[in-house]
């Protein structure tokens, strides 16, 4: 079609649309709209694209291989950015180092004169980077020299673009919501119900609460979720807000709310005491972990405590001093014991795949400085919870698929063969016994792959690699299943507070049980779902990238302090050039290059090892390093080798 690039009309022919994906060695990748195979992007390109830029390209052959030349810049994702002040020869420029490809934004000198040189400054990009012009800017704002928390917070939004506010608007309907809660006949009275949160220690936006009778072998569990959908209206401000950002962004000594904090952690949030609108999934569950029954209504309902993980383990461990302050928590924690455990069985006897990978958490001292990173556990309290969250989700799931209604599911598509494969090939180079797939890939399958690792050395690279191989979970209005829980029917009801899709959940469902489905909603709400979904799922995997980006600046700061001191890791990475090396104690990837190792090396590509003399080294060593280098701009890390376990 013709297309009018900088004025003037061109003949262009199929050109491709796609989102830039940069890669911090210079090129990148155009990842392609219609689902074709990803295009290279060379980096003389790269020089004027941000990661996540919106394209127009063209297929280009080059030296044999497939490229993209970029025809038109569509959407630029970078709109204010983060960066160093710096000057170069009587010119000032904003460095932004915290991008995957570092860009020059340059700035007037009169303003940049205005600001200490090396301080952190926030610049809005006036004149984005092209063939023949330099990337233009002005200063917004000074953050000052150190990278201290709230300042790594600020990069991180500035950079994934994240609301650092709410709207005028929003604040004001959050504020004109009334505070007092009414028994109403339409609404199931459990006031008294002995029902209790429990959450992590620095929680304060509660969404769940639960509550369990014992009825002979048979187990009553009340799954309540704040009932967020009855103070957000479709249409509102808050609401148009909520959609916008997806979910809440989970930043380090900050987060970025979806729902206005009125609501996020006062009206809706399920604190003791107080009483609260709810939406229950109340279930009977059998011995085998089967629901043989279920109501779905909305609630009032008073929790009776806000315990955290660790206060909940105490109590189901009989702990004198916590028993003591909860006596009428005993008896129900002791059923719901019994019943995660009945739960965990049958759901790990379907095949479900627990990836249970290891998480850190990071410490502050008085001042908001990073200090130290400490491996985040996972216990019996978690996995209760846990469960009973699946449970509900996949009730509430099962209801509106049998009654066949427009609904939001939490898909998960099976991974596809070629990656099993490469996943099994590395086992085998791993020294394991195993078998190829044969025909359709079943969770039992990478469940047992993983289950062979357990106790070893290099189980969080084994759990790593099979997670690698498999697709990213997301919302749709189709159902095909869950593959990593190996349920045929999930959705994401328990977190509404801090989850958008959770809101449209509630909607469906209430409109199901109210019978309120009009031929109209039939006929319109699977459009409307498919864009709802969409979002969420794009909004979701930016909430990763950003929180994984955060607490690596921390950790790169803790490291920088450690240069020279020795480490335990796991070789994670075999490539031509060195070993990535994961440190074991910050979850965090280092590279010894091959010139820094003991002999000359080979490179074996089919078994993941570099082959010396006398040493090898293979994917899942457990190696000894010691800090060399610590580049927090180009978030690098060299590491030397220092001696490997036989």
């Known amino acids: 079609g013709l297309y009018k690039i900088k004025g003037e009309l061109k003949e262009y022919k199929n050109l491709i649309k796609g989102k830039v994906e940069a890669h911090e060695s210079g090129f990148g990748f155009l990842i392609r709209e219609d689902g074709e195979p990803d295009l290279f992007i060379p980096p003389i390109e790269m020089d004027y694209l941000f990661d996540g830029d919106v394209v127009l390209a063209e297929e280009k052959i080059y030296r044999g291989k ?5 025809v038109k810049v569509l959407e630029r994702r970078v709109k204010t950015a983060v960066g160093k002040l710096q ?38 990009i006036t004149q984005y980077p092209d063939r023949k012009v330099e990337a233009k800017g002005r200063i917004i704002k000074d953050l000052g020299n150190v990278k201290n928390t709230q300042t790594v917070a600020e990069i991180v939004a500035r950079k994934y673009d994240l609301p650092l506010t709410h709207s005028e608007e929003a604040i004001k309907e959050a504020e004109k919501l009334p505070s007092t809660v009414k ?23 509660h969404d769940d609460a639960v509550a369990i009778e014992k009825e002979g072998e048979n187990y ?22 909520a959609f916008q950002r997806g979910n809440t962004y989970y930043l380090p000594e900050r987060a970025l709310h979806m729902l206005p904090e009125r609501l996020a952690s006062n009206l809706c949030s399920l604190r003791p005491y107080e009483k609260k609108y709810a939406f229950t999934c109340e279930m009977l569950i059998n011995k085998k972990g089967e629901v043989i029954d279920y109501k779905i209504y909305e609630s009032v309902i008073e929790s009776k405590a806000k315990l955290t993980y660790d206060q909940a383990l105490a109590i189901i461990l009989g702990e004198p001093e916590h028993v003591k302050i909860f006596p009428d928590l005993v008896e129900p924690l002791k059923h719901m014991e019994e019943l995660a455990k009945i739960l965990m069985k049958a759901k790990e006897e379907r095949g479900s795949i627990d990836f249970d990978m290891p998480e850190s958490q990071i410490l502050f001292d008085e001042k908001g400085d990073p200090y130290d990173v400490v491996p985040y556990e996972r216990h019996l309290a978690h996995r209760i919870i846990e469960e009973f969250m699946i449970i509900a989700n996949e009730t509430v799931a099962r209801h509106m698929e049998k009654h066949n209604l427009p609904f939001i599911y939490r898909v998960h598509e099976k991974p596809k063969i070629e990656k099993v494969n490469a996943f099994v090939d590395i086992m085998a180079g791993l020294g394991y016994k195993v078998e190829y797939p044969k025909g359709e890939v079943e969770p039992k399958f990478i469940q047992k792959l993983i289950e062979m690792a357990v106790g070893t ?32 029917c999930y959705t994401h009801f328990t977190s509404p507070i801090r989850r958008y899709a959770d809101i449209w959940v509630h909607r469906l469902l209430k409109k199901s049980i109210k019978k309120k489905f009009t031929k109209k909603d039939l006929e319109e709400l699977p459009k409307k779902l498919e864009i709802i979904a969409q979002q969420c799922s794009q909004m979701e995997r930016v909430a990763d990238d950003a929180e994984r980006d955060a607490l690596d600046i921390l950790k790169l700061r803790i490291l920088k302090e450690k240069i020279g001191e020795e480490f335990e890791g796991i070789i994670t990475g075999v490539m031509p050039f060195g070993l990535f090396v994961e440190i074991e104690r910050y979850i965090i990837e280092g590279l010894i290059s091959i010139s820094d190792l003991p002999e000359k090396m080979r490179y074996d590509e089919k078994n993941h090892q570099l082959v010396g003399e006398k040493i090898r080294f293979r994917l899942g060593d457990k190696i000894k390093v010691k800090i060399a280098k610590v580049d927090e701009d180009s978030k690098k890390i060299d ?5 490997k376990e036989v």
Request: aromatic share 12%.
């Open 457 to 488: 050395p290099e189980e969080s690279l084994v759990r790593f690699l099979a997670l690698r191989s498999m697709k990213q979970a997301k919302y749709s209005p189709y159902n095909i299943g869950h593959f990593g829980l190996a349920s045929e």
């Open 87 to 124: 000057k170069e020869k009587n010119r000032y420029f904003v460095h932004l180092l915290d991008f995957v490809i570092p860009h020059k934004i340059y700035v007037n000198k009169k303003e940049a004169k205005k600001y200490p040189l090396g301080n952190y400054v926030v610049v809005e």
């Open 66 to 70: 497939k490229e993209a030349k970029i």
């Open 639 to 643: 590491l030397k080798f220092v001696s």
């Open 220 to 241: 009553r569990l009340y799954v309540h979720i704040a009932d967020v959908s009855y103070y957000v209206k479709e249409g509102s401000a808050i609401d148009k807000e």
């Open 183 to 205: 028994i109403t006949k339409n609404r199931k009275d459990l006031t008294k119900q002995i029902c209790f949160t429990i959450d992590p220690e620095s929680a304060r936006d």
